[in-house]
Structures are given as C-alpha cells and as structure tokens.
C-alpha cells in the first residue's frame, strides 16, 4: 500500500525539482559591462534602448567613463548580438565598429571621436 503511493509520489517530486532548477537556469541573470563610444544624452537614450534586446534585463550607460553596464540571461541572448544591435544605430563599441554612413547621420552633438 506504501509503496503503490509512494512510487508515483517520487517520481512527482522529481519532475518537481527538475522543473524547478530548469528555472532557476533559465532566468539566470549574469551583469558585465563594455565600452561604447558615445558623447550626450542623447546618446545615452540612444545607446540604452538599442542594447535593451531580448533577453537583456537592463542597460545604463554612463557618459563620463562611456561603459555600458548590462544585465542579461546568456541563455536567451549572446553578447555580440547587443554590440552588434548598438553599431547598427552607430555607436562604436569595443568589439564592433558602426558603419560610417550610420555614423555620419548622427546629430551633430553626438559625434564622437571614433576609436
Ligand atoms: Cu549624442
């Protein structure tokens, strides 16, 4: 009698702690922070919105040191995707440079001296 509830009991708790740590996996969250070129304000709006992509918690960039702080879940984004998606507004960053012509379509107040 024990055993006939027990057995189906074990197993429940199986798939419940398996579920559970899947999730636990899922929405980790990891921070870093790179450089990206940038000069104003309007950049800071510019550059935060283009790195907030699927799967990146949040992004704040600081106009003094031009690092961008992120926090993202490596599972659901890759890093380079976000430095790619910021480059293709037309900020430089360490690992992807912008296409001159998006650059050169920046306001005026934004143009930064290109690394
Ligand atoms: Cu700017």
């Known amino acids: 009698m024990i055993n006939k509830i ?5 197993v ?4 419940f702690v398996q579920g559970f740590s899947a999730q636990i996996t899922q929405d980790k969250t990891e921070s870093t922070e790179f450089k990206v070129y940038g000069e104003c304000g309007m ?6 919105k283009a790195a907030k992509i699927e799967g990146v918690k949040s992004a704040t960039w600081d106009k003094e040191s031009k690092m961008l702080k992120i ?5 659901k984004v890759k890093l380079i995707d976000i430095h790619k998606n910021i480059a293709k507004v037309g900020h430089d960053t360490d690992k992807e440079k912008a296409k001159d012509e998006t650059y050169k379509k920046l306001p005026a107040c934004c143009k930064y001296e290109r690394p």
């Not at 027990?6 to 074990?10: E, F, G, K, M, W």
């Not at 429940?12 to 798939?15: A, D, H």
């Not at 950049?43 to 935060?48: A, F, G, L, P, V």
């Not at 926090?71 to 599972?75: A, H, I, K, L, T």
């Open 43 to 48: 950049c800071k709006t510019r550059i935060e």
């Open 6 to 10: 027990s057995i189906p009991l074990t």
């Open 71 to 75: 926090e993202f879940n490596p599972s």
């Open 12 to 15: 429940l708790m199986f798939w």
